[in-house]
């Protein structure tokens, strides 16, 4: 007989936007959490290396899309190409990529069949040794597209080293938005961490992203960092979680030790910042215990 090996759980920790402070919380729950495998799906810009400060083991190149490639020996010059693009892209043969769209409409209208579509190298994925355990990142090239495919990708290495290693537990943290990237990084998981922030686009991107959550029929908690800056807002975020049914798993203040940390590389349990770390490990319990 077979054997199979259990899947393992996954945690993503998500923001709606830029700037709450989730990857403080996704590299204090790497700490926290025995028997992980952490994935960072930020792949734009990602910056959970920059505390957990990976030794790089394996790295792949990442092919995303596919860009246009002149044959300029058996090009005519015949200018259809220059013609058809929209984006004014291509000239005597010569693609200009940072224009390019990549719609292959060029490589149809050719009459010369010298355009060929190839694929493009789009950035590298990584996986690494932490002290905290492995770690799944990648980087994405600049302007270049299909982040979520990237996103994909870093997720499916995690859970298979996961497997392999019988480990419980793949934290995700999560990109910013609503957008692709952040479908990928939540499809299939077994629940999210909203982190949120008392301030009107906060408050706009933690409703929008929690009716993400809840299409995918996703478990959400909230957890409001950086409550004290704005009590009143803080107030509406808890009524709308409230109302909603939604769990606040905690509110996390405003300490000048938590920039001390992550300038220092190190997470807020590692720091021991103080009223912040103590708050930290009560809203990893109801998350990853309760």
């Known amino acids: 007989m077979t054997e199979t090996k259990t899947d393992p759980k996954q945690l993503t920790i998500i923001s709606g936007k830029g700037g709450t402070g989730k990857t403080t919380f996704t590299a204090a729950f790497a700490q926290l959490t025995e028997n992980k495998v952490m994935a960072d799906c930020d792949v734009d810009a990602a910056d959970l290396h920059l505390i957990l400060t990976p030794t790089v083991q394996k790295s792949s190149p990442f092919y995303g899309g596919r860009n246009p490639v002149v044959d300029l020996e058996n090009c005519t010059r015949c200018g259809v190409c220059t013609d058809v693009c929209r984006f004014d892209a ?3 043969g ?3 990529l940072f224009a390019c769209d990549h719609c292959a409409l060029c490589a149809h209208a050719c009459p010369e ?3 060929k579509m190839e694929d493009a190298h789009s950035g590298d994925w990584f996986v690494s040794d932490t002290r905290f355990g492995p770690m799944v990142h990648a980087k994405l090239g600049i302007a270049e ?3 979520g495919k990237l996103v994909t990708v870093v997720r499916k290495e995690a859970v298979d080293i996961a497997k392999k290693q019988g480990r419980s537990w793949v934290i995700v943290d999560g990109p910013p938005g609503i957008g692709c990237p952040v479908t990928a990084a939540l499809a299939g998981v077994n629940k999210v961490l909203i982190i949120t922030e008392p301030t009107l686009s906060g408050i706009h991107d933690m409703e929008r992203v929690l009716s993400l959550a809840a299409h995918f029929n996703i478990p959400a908690q909230v957890c409001i960092n950086k409550y004290d800056v704005h009590l009143a807002n803080t107030r509406q975020i808890e009524a709308y979680c409230l109302q909603k ?7 996390i203040p405003f300490h000048r030790g938590v920039i001390e940390a992550m300038v ?13 770390a103590p708050l930290m490990r009560q809203v990893w319990e109801k998350v990853m215990v309760g």
């Open 90 to 92: 291509i000239h005597d």
């Open 94 to 96: 010569v693609v200009d």
């Open 113 to 115: 069949h010298v355009i």
């Open 145 to 147: 597209e299909n982040s």
């Open 245 to 251: 049914g939604i769990e606040v798993v905690g509110e």
């Open 264 to 276: 220092a590389g190190k997470t807020i349990v590692e720091a021991d910042v103080p009223e912040v």
